[in-house]
């Protein structure tokens, strides 16, 4: 079993739709986690960090439940600049590690 | 400036050959990792170094040696070069615990 796991998609959405991703983790040693989002032949970039009291940043929302080993990412009022493949993932510090959910790919049409 | 840069870009090599690609970062981050994107787009993760000791080698072959000569650098040198190698290679770094800041990637192909 992967330890972070999320639906591949493709999710494919209008402009202006309300579109949820999720994403379980495995192990319950993992500390931080994180939504990156990575264009098309381009590096993966921070979009936010998850906490457990759910944390916004504009059309974004993020949550984690740490009883249930889940982590969400709500966008709303999707624009076409939001589609790309996003990445939940998860960081060990006492092992150094960060690992990457496959990804979730999205794609907003006009 | 660029915060992590990893060289080169792209790299096409035949079967067979030794090649490597390195990474700065200039962040001051103590953690560095190499992941690997095949073409299924899967981020795996191949190594990390902390304070330019290696922690985790993810059941990689040995083909592949990271070398960190300080903090701000961890190198990939891989021998022997095998199509299944053909992937994208990304450098990244931390302060433990946080966000992973990326390179830009380096596009090898084996032919």
């Known amino acids: 079993r992967k330890e972070v796991e999320q639906d591949p998609g493709p999710f494919n959405v209008p402009e202006g739709a309300t579109v949820a991703f999720n994403c379980t983790y495995s192990?319950?040693?993992?500390?931080?986690f994180f939504w990156y989002r990575q264009d098309c032949r381009k590096e993966p970039k921070l979009l936010m960090s998850v906490y457990s009291s759910g944390n916004e940043d504009g059309r974004f929302t993020a949550q984690l439940n740490r009883a249930s080993q889940y982590i969400s990412l709500l966008i709303r009022d999707s624009k076409l600049s939001d589609s790309a493949t996003y990445l939940c993932v998860g960081s060990y510090s006492s092992a150094s590690k960060i690992i990457f959910g496959s990804g979730t790919r999205l794609s907003i049409r006009p | 400036d660029t915060a992590v840069s990893q060289t080169p870009k792209y790299l096409v090599t035949q079967m067979g050959n030794d090649k490597s690609i390195k990474c700065e970062q200039n962040?001051?981050?103590?953690?560095m990792y190499w992941y690997k994107q095949d073409s299924k787009k899967f981020l795996k993760i191949m190594f990390s170094y902390n304070n330019k000791e290696l922690i985790i080698n993810e059941t990689v072959p040995n083909r592949f040696s990271p070398k960190s000569p300080d903090k701000a650098h961890l190198n990939l040198h891989i021998n022997s070069l095998e199509l299944g190698d053909s992937a994208v290679y990304f450098c990244?770094?931390?302060?433990?615990?946080?966000?992973?800041?990326f390179g830009q990637g380096t596009r090898l192909t084996v032919v």
């Open positions: 962040l001051g981050h103590d953690t």
């Open positions: 192990n319950s040693a993992s500390q931080s």
């Open positions: 990244a770094s931390t302060h433990t615990g946080a966000e992973a800041f």
